[in-house]
């Protein structure tokens, strides 16, 4: 087996949504990838809104948007070789403490090898700060950091440029503007959100997990 191209896709995914796999598809065309592994955090303790969905919750809605892409014929999550290859990982959930970047990275290099080329998706906002967290040279040193950023977030990216020189080539820009705190406010308001023309529209995810998120009453959906 010869080296591989592998992205680490870590987040809380509460809930996950199309916006997350809309990322994904540029990040497996863009980087010609040959796995895009979700990593589901148990915690992030460095995060600012509470965390609603149970890691195990969440891990789920992220298996179940994961399966009904997997199985649409009309999917846009294929690599170079045709081939789906997307998969969800628990090693965050099931590690003991709080949650380091780079201890997942070990992990995951350890799982698939060190001889690979791996590379570690973060959003834009998150970027800003990536400087301050625990072993972020080794971090560095271990993957290649790629800025994924929002519609509505295209002013960061002049930030990020400036401050961290070495991700001029690794930039993801003009993804869509969904968010898992508009999918939050959204299910609180019974499915309806108002979008940027003022208008009230249902939220758009996978049927699965719309399901999954009305049966167990979810983010305050009645």
Known sequence: MGVKKIAIFGGTFDPIHK???????????????????????????????KIQAKPNQRLEMVNLAI?????????????????????ASDIDIKRE?????????????????EKHSYFFLIGADVALDIHNWK??????????IVVVNRKIQENIMPKIKERYNFLT????????????????????NNGLLENH??????????????????????????
Request: charge should be neutral.
């Open 197 to 222: 023309d003022g208008n009230i529209e249902k939220i758009i995810n996978y049927d699965s997990v719309i399901k999954y998120i009305s049966t167990n009453k979810l983010y305050g959906y009645e």
């Open 67 to 87: 399966n009904e892409e997997k199985f649409d014929s009309k999917t846009r999550l294929l690599n170079y070789e045709n081939k789906f290859i997307i998969q």
């Open 169 to 188: 080539e690794n930039l993801i820009e003009g993804i869509s503007d969904q968010t898992s705190t508009n999918q939050r406010l959204g299910w609180s």
């Open 97 to 113: 403490g709080k949650t380091y970047t780079i201890d997942t990275i070990n992990e995951i290099q350890s799982l698939h090898g």
């Open 135 to 144: 072993n972020f040279n080794d971090i560095n040193n271990l993957v290649n």
């Open 19 to 49: 916006g997350h796999f809309y990322a994904a598809e540029i990040a497996i065309k863009k980087l010609s990838l040959d796995k895009l592994i979700i990593i589901v955090a148990k915690d992030q303790w460095r995060r600012k809104n």
